[in-house]
């Protein structure tokens, strides 16, 4: 079974332009999750989708974020205008009725 | 609010060292406690889980008791290898919640 896609694995973007991460969850998995680690702290949780919906969107920083997950398979997220505290690693998850499994990672900086 | 704290790091052992990685937490409910390790260059994984009290979960030589009454759910190993290198992710997940709170991680560095 494939895993958890993320890409970019890397983005470097200027502060003011746009970003836009995708994660593929593994096939089936009705659950998709958005965590990011900024600086080094602890990884937080930014958004939970089942299928379409947002569960909880709770972590979401500001409205720079946007979450997306049309027709239930992958999600995008959009970060727009980049700030410069926005550099970190955006990680996805899935999961169905188990554990997650996480996809690699996005590492975004903005300069 | 639901936290987790971990030892702060990095860490560095030699090969066959005795590890222990601290980790504490407060929680409303009653957690679910977990390890998760990132190899340089992969994705985050689990390395083992408790879900209650008492219990210990273990793989690949690590090991980790779930203590309610010291909140705390440190993860140790008797001798740790090169490969052992990772950081580290303390994470709890209240009963009927989905969403993960970690610590900050703990990196940890075995030379040979």
């Known amino acids: 079974e494939a895993g958890v896609t993320q890409f970019p694995s890397h983005s470097v973007i200027e502060k003011g332009q746009t970003v836009t991460l995708r994660c593929d969850p593994i096939s089936g998995h009705d659950n998709l999750y958005w965590y990011r680690r900024v600086m080094g702290k602890e990884i937080k949780f930014l958004l939970h989708f089942v299928k379409e919906s947002k569960q909880d969107e709770s972590g979401m920083p500001n409205n720079r974020f946007l979450a997306e997950r049309t027709g239930g398979t992958y999600s995008t997220l959009k970060v727009q205008p980049a700030e410069l505290e926005d550099s970190g690693v955006y990680f996805c998850?899935?999961?169905?009725?188990?554990?997650?499994?996480f996809g690699s990672g996005t590492r975004l900086t903005v300069v | 609010g639901d936290s987790v704290t971990q030892m702060e790091g990095p860490v560095t052992l030699s090969e066959e060292a005795f590890l222990t990685i601290n980790c504490t937490y407060t929680?409303?409910?009653?957690?679910?406690l977990f390890w998760y390790v990132q190899y340089p260059g992969e994705g985050l994984q689990l390395l083992l889980k408790?879900?209650?009290?008492?219990d210990k979960g273990s793989n690949k030589g690590f090991e980790a008791t779930y203590r309610k009454e010291t909140t705390s759910f440190h993860l140790e190993k008797g001798s740790v290898q090169v490969s052992d290198s990772a950081v580290y992710f303390c994470?709890?997940?209240?009963?009927?919640?989905?969403?993960?709170?970690f610590g900050q991680g703990t990196r940890l560095t075995i030379n040979p």
């Open positions: 998850a899935s999961s169905q009725e188990g554990g997650y499994t």
């Open positions: 408790a879900t209650k009290a008492d």
């Open positions: 929680a409303t409910g009653y957690p679910s």
């Open positions: 994470a709890l997940m209240i009963q009927g919640a989905q969403k993960l709170v």
